[in-house]
């Protein structure tokens, strides 16, 4: 079976920088932590962390009334960052809703937000007669996608990967093979989150979230560096217009990139801990797939959170298939972990570098923790033109994503 | 309460719900067609008018005779004097 080849024509970025991709990259090649202290945070029993990196600056009623009224901000962020992703692209209304346009994107949970009050009302009384009728519509596992389907008239297919950390890229690379099989011609595909003192507190509680840098927010969190403590839990939602070759061409749009290659896979080993092992054979996979060799990738961007094992795990697996040589970076000690929007948002991140030829260091990273392999690690913006790139997403539960982007040629 | 603070309430708890333009609270504005409501708006108003007026509205049968806010108007009246006289 002859695969089609996949190629990215848009972008859409809201994160802790605020919207736009040039917002993002601006924030990130300035070197300036969007992670701030929330005092809030200290009502809740037992959280230690007081750090987050949330979105701002974004108006969410830019978007319809009826269409916003079963969003959470998680779906605020995703429909924001489609819209301009296929203002980009320069999507017709008619591609948006011809059924050759499908979308794929995730999110970690339904809005726990929304759940927390649903829950809240309902335990005063056991009562669901408060219930507005678009609650539920704002918890669903596909909210996301459902949303911004609904919102911006999306009639082709419709998946929701739910992976935790490893969503936004699984839903790009889910998107990807979509196209490749030629079932259809353009995907969304990304991944949104929301900030809520849950999500920190589910590292928290397993002592994987940064608390030792609560009064000086903009020092954490630290990716491969020996003082780091833990995630920063961020939000926002990264969101990429990808579609096959052949329909780029026919409309006759600038190409940012093409998708060479995409690997997935389940680690049985810990549905928390990760594996040396496992990250090793997801980035072969994807290398494979890609078709392409350990030496022809000119830049990495890691998932490294800045907790302990998973830091030392992933540079462990980068050097036994890429040695000291290539360029590593986390874009975490910048923003935090967006969770389901890192691996989409980080990937546009990485494409803006290659666009730009300009490398984003890691932010904090002053003393590599001795543990960690030896690797390139960025420290400072690196002037370098880069052909080839490869995202990792690493997610609890035991699910590997890793997916090799490549400069766009013609032969 | 005066018919006028009833008035007053309904188009306050709606316009803040339904993001509506005051001025468009008149009488003979029709929920549907003129404010734009639709199914689950209305299942929304319901609600919020319970919570704004504290009564139980939702089993009676004359909700879904409602077309205008001048009707709504009329509903919510008619329902307060009826508890006040119980």
Redesign the interface.
Known sequence: MQLKRVVITGCGSVSPYGRGVDTLMEGLLAGRSAVQNFPDLAAIGGLRTRVAAKVSGINPKEIPRKDRRSMSAMSIFATMASQDALAQSGVTTEQLTSGRLGISLGSTVGSTKTTEELFRDFFTDSSLERMKSTIFFQIMNHSCASNVAQALGISGRLLAPSAACSTGCQAIGYGYELIAMGKQDMMLCGGADEFHPLTAATFDNINAASVGFNDSPSCTPRPFDRARDGVVCAEGAGVVLIESLDSAIERGVPILAEIGGFATLSDPRSIANPNVEAMERCMRLALEDADLGADEIDYINAHATATEQGDIAESEAISRIFGELVPVSSLKGHMGHTMAASGSLELIASLEMMSRGRLVPTLNLEEVDPACSTLNYLRLVQATEIDTFVKNSFAFGGVNSSIVVRRFTHD | MTEQQIIDLINSSLVEE??LDPASMSPDANIYEDL?L?S??T??MV?VL??AFKF?I?EEEEIREIRTLGDIYRFVNGKSHQIKRK
């Open positions: 339904f993001e734009g639709d689950l708006d299942v929304d609600i319970e919570g139980k939702r």
